[in-house]
């Protein structure tokens, strides 16, 4: 299959990013995070999520976030809600489009949102039917598509089903989540490939965690099987609170790089990107993730 001219990323570093920092990190610091992001040219920026604070106390502040943001035009801003309580704070806030998240797998389900997939999947219907109600679009996640902490191998049959049931219920793109990155090109082909005989490729995303060093090459066998949508978070912030051991995203910088080696577009300045990227480590204290900024700092 031919590499896709156009790459759309999804900016994730807010949300997944942030999510997962011991420290306390002021909504005027986040907020800033999402404008230099804005203004780096992401077309789209998860900013946080309606989940609950007892949960994850960092994602707290998402509402006052999306108060203070400069929003641009032609760029989504989104959240993620775990049930209609979440989505119902999100409406509130003025999001326009927001993120449910399932699973593969039944452990990994019930550590992260204290329900079974199937009840999550039910839970899942009344936001479905809300958002539709109001006009908002909502993206579908998987996790641990390609190896879960507690349960160990996946089934991509199983990953389908999952993916296959958040489709039909009306998200419009389903990001398949390799949550602890595990998964290597060969298992990410093969999972694209299983995957697509039920939703089809252009309706799916990658999202990969670098924490075994396989994330571009897990983004280069996903070009290759023709899917062009990648999370991707900026300085490689983040790991999931649920997942340990998951380090972080794949950093945006890294996956731009070598898109702009390829010569596909996304419309996104690295310089700019890069030092968002750095201004949010020196922030929190701690390196940039992004081997591409490191280098550039050298
Ligand atoms: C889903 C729940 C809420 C279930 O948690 P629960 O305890 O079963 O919920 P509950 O319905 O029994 O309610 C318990 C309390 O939570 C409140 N509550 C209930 N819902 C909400 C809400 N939306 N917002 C705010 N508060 C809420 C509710 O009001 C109540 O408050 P109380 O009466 O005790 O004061 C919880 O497990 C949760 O919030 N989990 C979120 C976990 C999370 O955010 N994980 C990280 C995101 S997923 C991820 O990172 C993976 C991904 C997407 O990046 C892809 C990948 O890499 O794989």
């Given at each position: ?234 300085a ?45 480590c ?6 940039n993730?992004s081997?591409?900024a490191r280098?550039?700092?050298?």
């Amino acid at each position: 299959m031919p590499l896709p001219s156009n790459v759309r990323l999804v900016e994730v570093g807010p949300r997944d990013g942030l999510q997962n920092e011991k420290q306390p990190i002021s909504v005027a610091d986040k907020v800033r995070l999402v404008d230099d992001l804005s203004s780096a040219g992401l077309s789209y920026i998860e900013v946080g999520s309606f989940v609950s604070p007892k949960w994850v106390p960092q994602m707290a502040g998402s509402a006052e976030v999306f108060a203070q943001i400069q929003q641009q035009p032609g760029i989504t801003y989104a959240a993620l809600t775990p049930n209609l309580k979440g989505f119902e704070g999100a409406l509130a806030a003025g999001v326009k489009e927001v993120a449910v998240f399932a699973a593969a797998s039944e452990a990994f389900s019930q550590k992260n949102i204290n329900c079974s997939i199937s009840e999550s999947l039910e839970r899942f219907v009344p936001v479905m039917e809300a958002a539709k109600a109001n006009g908002i679009r909502v993206r579908g996640y998987v996790s641990c598509v390609l190896g879960c902490p507690y349960d160990g191998a996946i089934d991509p049959q199983q990953v389908a089903h999952v993916a296959a049931e958040l489709f039909a219920m009306g998200c419009y793109e389903v990001s398949l989540g390799d949550t602890i990155g595990t998964g290597t090109p060969g298992a990410t082909r093969q999972l694209i490939d299983v995957v697509s005989a039920r939703i089809p490729r252009d309706k799916l995303a990658g999202h990969f965690h670098d924490t075994y060093g396989q994330a571009l090459a897990n983004i280069y066998a996903s070009l290759l099987e023709g899917v062009s949508v990648f999370d991707s978070s900026v300085a490689g912030l983040g790991g999931c609170p649920y997942a340990k051991g998951a380090s972080g995203n794949v950093s945006t910088e890294d996956v731009l790089y070598m898109l702009n080696g390829l010569g596909i577009n996304t419309g996104i300045d690295l310089d700019q990107l890069i030092s968002a990227g750095q201004r949010i480590c020196t922030l929190l204290g701690r390196d940039n993730g992004s081997r591409v900024a490191r280098a550039r700092q050298h």
